[in-house]
């Protein structure tokens, strides 16, 4: 399998790093071949060569099978041109509409809320991830003085809020979840969120036997604190999920641990920790690399590869249980040395 793998910035590095050491003990464990291009597009190439991403470089993804990034974000960037590119820029020209992103607590310990089991958080959001806010419409008039007006629009379109709640209730009933709750703000945004609601009504009725709920996303902002077992699957749209997986990856022990995958299904996708590049630790072997790790567990899922998906999340889920991993979730190893432990459990496994 063909595999381009952009490590970006910051701990972006640090964690991909970790990524393909697991990758390396899955080649030798399951007898596979990745074969693994390097991409340098980072704020670094930028800075050096003036370019955030060849004028080729979405044709060149296309032709992988999977795509995997660390992370993008540098202050040498402040207008984080390169991460637009590179980032964005591939969710939206290889049309990864599914930005999909499993809640799911390994261990009670790293509940930040009292008294919750496993089975308590275990959950899945499906965020919009072609448009809403993120489309770049808009501008700045009289920017920099006292009259500026900003103005930043929200996009809609039937096909892509069809699409996405289509995939959150098809992902229900393929894996035997119950319950889809779609979450808008359409008691105050009555135009745009109208229109998922005009969708979530009409897709509901073909899916009669699973529970169709819809929330305001702050009243889900609230639930999923006050009692996260109440759901099953979440979609919501770019913005909204963007925020509420912060909160979900707050559920799971932090965002060192959440992992995600942006997807067009049956076409190249790309997967990537839900964190940032969190420039005060790069370098410094203290990021946690268990969202890198199970990203790309998420990625050999999608390639059909469930045996070795499913050894690394066991592998790092017996790490979290035996209490080997960084700091920031009550452990004592670097990120280099978290990787070496989740890459040796696999080879046991
Ligand atoms: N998908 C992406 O590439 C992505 C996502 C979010 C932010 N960013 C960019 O990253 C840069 C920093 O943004 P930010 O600080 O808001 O978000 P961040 O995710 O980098 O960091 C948020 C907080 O979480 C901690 N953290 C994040 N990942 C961690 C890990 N693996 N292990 C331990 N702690 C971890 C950080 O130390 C920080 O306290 C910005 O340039 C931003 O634009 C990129």
């Given at each position: 399998m063909r595999l381009a793998v952009i490590p970006g910035d910051g701990i972006g590095v640090d964690v991909t790093a970790e990524a393909l050491k697991v990758l390396r003990a899955v080649e030798e464990g399951f007898g596979r071949r990745f074969d693994i291009e390097m991409l340098p597009w980072s704020a670094d190439h930028f800075l050096k060569t003036g370019e955030t991403i060849p004028a080729n470089g979405y044709a060149m993804l296309r032709e992988f099978d999977a795509i995997f990034i660390g992370a993008l974000g540098d202050p040498r960037v402040a207008d984080n041109r390169h991460a637009r590119d590179i980032l964005l820029g591939t969710r939206f020209e290889l049309d990864l509409y599914v930005n999909y992103r499993p809640v799911k607590l390994l261990h009670e310990r790293l509940c930040p809320l009292k008294n919750r089991?496993?089975?308590?958080?275990?959950?899945?959001?499906f965020r919009e991830n072609t448009e809403g806010l993120y489309v770049g419409i808009g501008g700045r008039f009289k920017a920099g003085t006292v009259d500026e007006v900003a103005i930043q629009e929200e996009m809609n379109t039937y096909k892509g809020v069809h699409r996405i709640?289509?995939?959150a209730f098809d992902f229900a009933h393929s894996t035997g979840r119950t319950r889809v709750c779609m979450a808008d703000k359409s008691n105050a945004m009555t135009d745009g969120h109208a229109l998922w609601q005009r969708v979530f009504a009409e897709l509901k009725s073909q899916y009669p036997q699973i529970e169709a709920r819809h929330l305001y996303i702050d009243a889900l902002a609230?639930?999923?604190?006050?009692d996260p077992s109440q759901f099953d699957v979440i979609v919501t749209n770019n913005l909204f999920g963007d925020i509420i997986t912060d909160l979900g990856a707050a559920l799971q022990g932090g965002l060192g641990l959440a992992a995600s995958g942006n997807l067009h299904p049956g076409r190249t996708s790309m997967?990537?920790?839900?964190?940032?590049?969190?420039?005060p630790l790069?370098?410094?072997n203290v990021a946690n690399p268990m969202g890198a790790i199970l990203s790309a567990a998420l990625?050999?899922?999608?390639?059909?590869?469930?045996k070795e998906a499913a050894a690394i999340e066991a592998a790092v889920r017996g790490a979290v249980v035996a209490g080997q991993g960084t700091k920031e979730i009550g452990g004592a190893l670097g990120t280099r040395e978290t990787g070496d432990y989740i890459a040796r459990t696999i080879q046991e496994l």
């Open positions: 089991s496993i089975a308590d958080v275990n959950f899945v959001v709640v289509k995939h609230l639930l999923m604190i006050q997967f990537e920790p839900v964190h940032g590049s969190a420039p790069a370098g410094k990625m050999l899922e999608y390639l059909g590869l469930a």
